[in-house]
Nanobody, 128 residues
Framework: QVQLVESGGGLVQAGDSLRLSCAASGRTFSSNAMGWFRQAPGKAREFVASISRSGISTRYVDSVKGRFTISRDNAKNTVYLQMNSLKPEDTAVYYC?????????????????????WGQGTQVTVSS
C-alpha cells in the first residue's frame, strides 16, 4: 500500500503562492492516479485537482482553474500542487490521495470514493 506525506502548507496573504508536495512511498507510484482534496472547517471534503498516472490528463474544480496546477514527478515519487493567486476561501486542510485500484493510463478521478489512500493533510491558511 502506498503511504503519502504532504508538505508545503502554511500561512500566507491573499495573492501569494504556495507549492504543496506529496511524497509517496512504494515502487508503484508511476502506476497510480493522484489527486488533491481540501476540507475547510465545517465543510465537506472537496475535490481540488487530479492527474492521471501518465501525467497527460488533469482535472480541476472550477474555483481553482487558472490558479492551481497539479503535476507529478514519477522519478521522485512526488505529486505537486502549485497554488497561485491564493484567496481566503482557499483556506483549508489539503489532502493528497492515491488510486491503487487498476485503471487506464490517462484516467483521472474526482470523487473521494475513487481513491484508496490518503495523506495526513497539510494546513493552508490565506489571510485577507
Amino acid at each position: 500500500q502506498v503511504q503519502l506525506v504532504e508538505s508545503g502548507g502554511g500561512l500566507v496573504q491573499a495573492g501569494d503562492s504556495l507549492r504543496l508536495s506529496c511524497a509517496a512511498s512504494g515502487r508503484t507510484f508511476s502506476s497510480n492516479a493522484m489527486g488533491w482534496f481540501r476540507q475547510a472547517p465545517g465543510k465537506a471534503r472537496e475535490f481540488v485537482a487530479s492527474i492521471s498516472r501518465s501525467g497527460i490528463s488533469t482535472r480541476y474544480v472550477d474555483s481553482v482553474k487558472g490558479r492551481f496546477t497539479i503535476s507529478r514527478d514519477n522519478a521522485k515519487n512526488t505529486v505537486y500542487l502549485q497554488m497561485n493567486s491564493l484567496k481566503p476561501e482557499d483556506t483549508a486542510v489539503y489532502y493528497c490521495a492515491v488510486r491503487e485500484t487498476y485503471h487506464s493510463a490517462d484516467a483521472y478521478y474526482i470523487t473521494s470514493g475513487e481513491y484508496d489512500g490518503w495523506g495526513q493533510g497539510t494546513q493552508v491558511t490565506v489571510s485577507s
